[in-house]
């Protein structure tokens, strides 16, 4: 069965005090690894997707890597508004639903 | 390029009635999935419609229902609602029915069942 964990389930941070949020999965075949940003209240914001182990994209202030077992989601330098939290989710090879982590949510305090 | 959107934003409704929350696909998107969130985790995927027919459903009742109309757009239905609906309801939009391609969320509509 698929699953994802994500740690930690909260983070506080200093702006500007980078740090990594962790993505652990077990599937069957991986067809895509997606990271999204959510705020409170809102629909989960698009980040990134990677499909292949030792695949790395990067946005701003973050970098998403991806190995055979897990992702990270390395945030450099961060500013208070990366607060949020951060979902990771997989697809794999049979089915179109996501498989969902419970998030990581990140605080960054000025 | 208009995003997903959602109606409405929030909801209140009592156990044992119905609900319809309706959801606008992104511009050129053909492909719809309807997920539930409870507070503190993660989405849950509820169902998935492509060119009007549903395509995959999560581990959810029959009272969950669901449409999509030929302009992509869709419609989840809640009967004989229960407390435990309370929820948000998370619709997303992709460009086409491939394994790997890339969802993009709606606001959500926020259900309280009292």
């Known amino acids: 069965e698929d699953q994802v964990t994500q740690s930690p389930e909260a983070l506080r941070l200093q702006e500007g005090e980078s740090s990594s949020l962790n993505c652990s999965y077990t599937?069957?075949?991986?067809?895509?690894l997606f990271w999204y940003r959510q705020d409170p209240g809102k629909g989960p914001e698009f980040l990134f997707t990677?499909?292949?182990?030792?695949e790395e994209k990067e946005k701003e202030r973050l970098k998403a890597t991806l190995t055979k077992k897990e992702s990270f989601l390395h945030i450099t330098a961060p500013k208070p508004e990366d607060s949020a939290t951060y979902l990771c989710a997989v697809q794999d090879d049979s089915n179109y639903q996501l498989i969902w982590g419970a998030g990581t949510k990140l605080i960054i305090k000025p | 390029e208009t995003g997903v959107t959602q109606s409405p934003t929030h909801l209140i409704k009592t156990r044992g009635q119905q609900v319809t929350l309706r959801c606008s696909s992104q511009s050129g998107h053909n492909t719809v999935s309807w997920y539930q969130q409870a507070l503190g985790q993660g989405p849950q995927f509820i169902f998935q419609?492509?060119?009007?027919?549903?395509?995959g459903r999560g581990n959810f009742p029959p009272r969950f229902s669901g449409l999509q109309f030929p302009n992509y757009s869709s419609e989840l239905n809640v009967n004989a609602l229960e407390l435990d609906d309370s929820a948000l309801y998370l619709c997303?939009?992709?460009?086409?029915?491939?394994?790997?391609?890339?969802?993009?969320f709606g606001p959500g509509t926020r259900l309280l069942v009292l």
């Open positions: 997303a939009s992709s460009s086409h029915l491939e394994i790997g391609e890339t969802q993009y």
């Open positions: 419609y492509y060119r009007e027919e549903e395509n």
């Open positions: 990677l499909y292949s182990a030792g």
């Open positions: 599937v069957s075949g991986l067809r895509g």
